[in-house]
């Protein structure tokens, strides 16, 4: 159950957000952004608040790769799959993280730190391979930089 | 005491490198050495192996520094490059360097030179020009401009932006709407993000204009979710503009009134595909929309939408400054004026290139990218996105012109250029380009839902020597069902890679005969 505190925190997004045009995204940024996910308790508030089924609700959340229904780690991870990361090596940079952090893609680390997801292009194919960790993109990775980033993610979580 | 003018960027792969940490070491050692500094966060010069790249104002005009690591800077104060003083990173007169020199810098003029979110700074260096000449026009004569100019859209079809906004200037109705495209999804492409980041006024002052053209109030950015640096500065350059009397009401005392939003995606590629995109803006799961009717007739919320990308829109000020003539005379055939080049993947030298139509793949990769960055052979490129086919060595004379690439099966698209060297398997390319497919497809079509999955299992099969013959043969036929049987060019263009990779490097899949 979500404690009263989220719920009302969604309501606020709700009250904030519903009459704007395609209120649905941006609604769906916020809670995310607030919460870290979109707990399923939030589709009867938001259905009640735009008028739309919650059927609707749980397809449009279905739909994009950016919208996840679970809590994350402390730090998301992504690693570029796309073309450019491919052709300066990320898959072993895939492999690394993976069999580092002991989790595949979609999972997240058993101290609750690092949730490892794919992305498919960071724009900065200039550097690649190149991933995000959480707002920061970081270019011409090593195996070395991976180790200094998860240790740097893992050295703030103790604060 | 003097001050020293120091210019150090912002934009994000530049950050990726540790621009940030070389930052904040030149202040703490200008504070140490009691040195005054004026330290500008510029943007890009888009010359990404030499960043963080640093420059200096002199009386010579800017010089450059790089690559530069915070390792480096003790070093760089002991040799006073403050004073544009010679260092081993020394890179000479930026302006002058190779590189930048070659390039035809339209769309691009003052990336790299200016501070993003600087208003007087975009005055000084021709901002707003091209708006206070638009002021003066007709809506028609504004749009003819844009035609005469023959730019074509980026963002990928080639579309001709002013036959675009004509339909939309032509559609009787209250409301229209300016929506930017800047989902950019295709790999190797970074020109729009560096757009928004390094020159966020130009994409602003370009919607207006294509408001003012075809009576539309109200403009949204459609902006792709992995960008927060972008959204960060777009929403302050908007905020600048509204205040100075750019956005909002009677725009520079005119009877014009435009407003500007950035709405953030949510990471699914198939949003940059336009009709899904409005599906997505409204609120909705994106799925493509039949066509007819066109956007430009019936949009977002049903009403004339123009929808152009980032860098279709951001030429616009310059061809209202400098009249359509100037624009239409770089180029070549039909693709007249420019188009921003991004070098990618292995490659020594990686970046932005804004060039006329007509340069060849071979001067890009050797000349601009100085071969491939492991210094073996460059097997192959991928031009124009994930859609985009695989170009082996004997097409590398091709040059970058819209009818010249559709001659060889090939798009220009976005303009993303990426580089393999000889160590890649061009099947796991193939595969990969389906298992793309099946993760990014809408769904609504059955041999793009289906098909992409497909195609990986047969791939599979010719690599393990499965009924070899036969499954190229399915491969093939499969490739022609999405062609032919896709709404839009996801499942459409999938394909294309795929068969171009399976047609000139046979080997790789295991298959004997040579077909090129
Ligand atoms: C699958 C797919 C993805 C697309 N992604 C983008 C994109 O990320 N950015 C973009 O500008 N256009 C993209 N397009 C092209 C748009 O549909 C449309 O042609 C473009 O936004 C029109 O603007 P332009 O005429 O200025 O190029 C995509 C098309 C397809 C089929
Ligand atoms: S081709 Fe694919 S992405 Fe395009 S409309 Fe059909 S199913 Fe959707
Ligand atoms: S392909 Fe990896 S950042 Fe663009």
Known sequence: MLTDNKLLKIEEHLTVLKDKPGALLPIMHAIQDDLGYIPEESYEPISKALSLSVAEIHGFVTF????????????????CRAESCQSMGSENIESYCKEKLGIDYHQTTEDNSITLEPVY???????SPAVM????VIGRVTEDKIDELIQEAKKNDNL | MTTYKIYIPRDSSALSLGADKVFKAIKVEAANRKIELEIIRNGSRGLFWLETMVEVETDQGRVAYGPI????????????????????LSLGITSEIEWLKNQERLTYARVGITDPVSLNDYEAHDGFKGLRKALKLTNQEIVDEVTDSGLRGRGGAAFPTGIKWQTVLNAPSEKKYIVCNADEGDSGTFSDRMIMENDPFVLIEGMIIAGLAVGADQGYIYL?????????????????????GFLGKNILNSKFSFKLEVTRAAGAYICGEETSLLESLEGKRGLVRYKPPLPAIEGLYGKP???????????IPIILDKGSKFYADFGMGRSKGTLPIQLAGNLKQTGLIEKAFGITLREL????????ATGKNIKAVQVGGPLGAFLPEHQFDTPLDYEKFSEINAVVGHGGIVAFDDSIDMSKLARYSFEFCAIESCGKCTPCRIGSTRGMEVIDKIKDGIDQEKNVEVLKDLGETMVHGSLCAMGGMTPFPVISALNFFPKDFGLEKSET
């Open chain 2, 305 to 315: 939408t123009v929808v152009n990308n980032v860098i279709s829109l951001a030429t």
């Open chain 2, 69 to 88: 690591n915070p390792s480096d800077i003790p070093s760089m104060f002991d040799r006073e490059f403050f004073l544009g003083k010679e260092h081993s």
């Open chain 1, 64 to 79: 994009y790769h950016h919208f996840r229904t679970k809590p994350s780690g402390k730090h998301i991870l992504q690693i």
């Open chain 1, 121 to 127: 292009c960071l724009g900065n194919c200039a550097c």
């Open chain 2, 224 to 244: 792709r979710s992995e960008y927060p640096h972008a959204q960060a500065i777009l929403n302050e350059a908007i905020d600048i503009a509204e205040k100075n």
């Open chain 1, 133 to 136: 960790i959480d707002d920061e």
């Open chain 2, 365 to 372: 990769l050797y000349d601009f990218g100085g071969g491939s």
